[in-house]
């Protein structure tokens, strides 16, 4: 029997025990050649980041807890490539709220690398955007009309009351306890009649047609993400159930909307657009599947590395499958403080 931990996710044990997978490259089953070659061409204290097996973290000078995420450039590589594949799954729209073309100031809370700030600042140029991360990893040349800040939003927000007229959150599963506290202060933050949107994604990879089996490597990913994120008290799943419109609610915002998409996780869909966007989704778990897992897997759950090195190995074998109909779920939810 495999060992699995208290949420009923396999360890690292059972993959170790299942040794490296077997070469399937060849294989008539997987994506093959074209794909990987696709995946190819899209592919102070502050600074004192630490460093777990080899790879940088965001520094404990700025904030109190863990985060998953590495800060090096690898990972913010696959975010740059996330961040086009979400891009075409919302149609290029940066935002679903319906703001005013004459706004003033917007925030993007965990603006990582800054891809979406500063496409967010080119398109309102009248409009003053501030972009917030724990690591100074954007770039420095960027739109007059956009800065960045080091912030942890975690903690009490000292922006003005009643000041935006936009406040953006994007992709922060992981980073929060609740969202109890990061809606009210998004509330108090947003002007009257101003607009709070966040979106994020589901770490559960589901199929409609039960390619995606239980315990296998994608089934496995995000059960085991669960458990990481329940032994630190941190949300890994935010975007499933009702979690985001329910704190929006409770924080005070009206209008609430929500939206849901079904991301493919590999280019299986007969769809062109849909298959374009699987394959942004694919390239972005081979570029740094283990940037994703590393600290939640090893440093919290207690796999070695060689534990995760194996699993590693299983999943992207299961991503190469042609038969294997995976799909993340994106949700969106906004809404409007009264006026």
């Given at each position: 029997m495999?060992p699995?931990s208290?949420?009923?996710?396999l360890?690292?044990a059972h993959?170790l025990?299942q040794?490296?997978?077997?070469?399937d490259t060849d294989?008539?089953?997987t994506?093959g050649?074209?794909?990987?070659s696709?995946?190819?061409s899209?592919?102070?204290s502050?600074?004192?980041y630490?460093?777990?097996?080899g790879?940088t973290y965001?520094?404990?000078?700025?904030?109190?807890g863990?985060?998953?995420?590495?800060?090096?450039s690898?990972?913010?590589?696959?975010l740059d490539?996330f961040?086009?594949a979400?891009d075409?799954?919302?149609e290029g729209k940066l935002?679903?709220a319906p703001?005013?073309?004459?706004i003033?100031n917007?925030?993007?809370?965990g603006?990582?690398s800054g891809?979406?700030?500063i496409d967010?600042?080119?398109?309102?140029?009248?409009?003053y955007?501030?972009?917030?991360d724990i690591?100074?990893?954007?770039?420095?040349?960027v739109?007059?009309n956009l800065q960045?800040?080091?912030d942890?939003a975690?903690k009490?927000?000292?922006?003005?009351?009643?000041?935006?007229?936009?406040?953006h959150?994007q992709?922060?599963?992981?980073a929060?306890e609740?969202?109890d506290h990061?809606y009210s202060?998004a509330?108090?933050?947003?002007?009257p009649?101003?607009w709070?949107?966040?979106?994020d994604?589901s770490?559960?990879?589901?199929?409609?047609?039960?390619s995606v089996?239980?315990n296998s490597?994608?089934?496995?990913y995000?059960?085991?993400?669960e458990?990481?994120?329940?032994r630190?008290?941190?949300m890994?799943r935010?975007?499933?159930?009702t979690?985001m419109?329910?704190?929006?609610k409770?924080?005070g915002f009206?209008?609430?909307?929500?939206k849901k998409f079904?991301?493919?996780?590999?280019?299986?869909?007969?769809?062109?657009?849909m298959?374009?966007i699987?394959?942004?989704?694919?390239a972005?778990?081979?570029?740094d599947?283990?940037?994703?897992?590393?600290?939640?897997?090893?440093?919290?759950?207690g796999?070695s590395q060689?534990?995760?090195?194996v699993?590693a190995?299983?999943?992207r074998?299961?991503?190469r499958r042609?038969?294997?109909?995976?799909?993340?779920?994106l949700?969106?939810v906004?809404?409007?403080k009264?006026?």
């Amino acid at each position: 029997m495999s060992p699995k931990s208290e949420s009923g996710a396999l360890l690292g044990a059972h993959w170790l025990q299942q040794g490296l997978p077997a070469d399937d490259t060849d294989a008539d089953s997987t994506l093959g050649d074209e794909v990987e070659s696709s995946t190819a061409s899209i592919s102070s204290s502050i600074l004192n980041y630490r460093n777990i097996n080899g790879r940088t973290y965001h520094s404990d000078s700025v904030m109190d807890g863990e985060y998953w995420g590495p800060n090096d450039s690898k990972h913010m590589e696959m975010l740059d490539i996330f961040y086009h594949a979400i891009d075409m799954m919302l149609e290029g729209k940066l935002h679903q709220a319906p703001l005013s073309a004459n706004i003033q100031n917007a925030v993007d809370i965990g603006t990582g690398s800054g891809l979406w700030a500063i496409d967010f600042a080119d398109k309102y140029t009248n409009c003053y955007v501030v972009g917030t991360d724990i690591s100074p990893v954007q770039p420095s040349w960027v739109p007059p009309n956009l800065q960045f800040e080091i912030d942890d939003a975690t903690k009490e927000w000292t922006f003005r009351e009643d000041h935006f007229d936009y406040i953006h959150m994007q992709l922060m599963n992981g980073a929060f306890e609740s969202l109890d506290h990061i809606y009210s202060q998004a509330f108090q933050c947003c002007k009257p009649g101003g607009w709070f949107e966040h979106v994020d994604v589901s770490v559960m990879v589901s199929s409609d047609d039960g390619s995606v089996e239980e315990n296998s490597p994608l089934d496995q990913y995000g059960k085991m993400l669960e458990a990481a994120g329940n032994r630190v008290n941190r949300m890994s799943r935010s975007a499933d159930f009702t979690t985001m419109e329910d704190a929006m609610k409770e924080a005070g915002f009206e209008n609430i909307t929500v939206k849901k998409f079904k991301m493919p996780i590999s280019p299986w869909s007969e769809d062109q657009r849909m298959k374009e966007i699987g394959l942004y989704a694919y390239a972005t778990m081979m570029t740094d599947v283990e940037g994703i897992i590393n600290l939640m897997f090893g440093s919290i759950m207690g796999w070695s590395q060689e534990e995760i090195t194996v699993y590693a190995a299983y999943l992207r074998q299961q991503l190469r499958r042609k038969d294997v109909h995976g799909y993340y779920t994106l949700k969106v939810v906004y809404g409007q403080k009264p006026e």
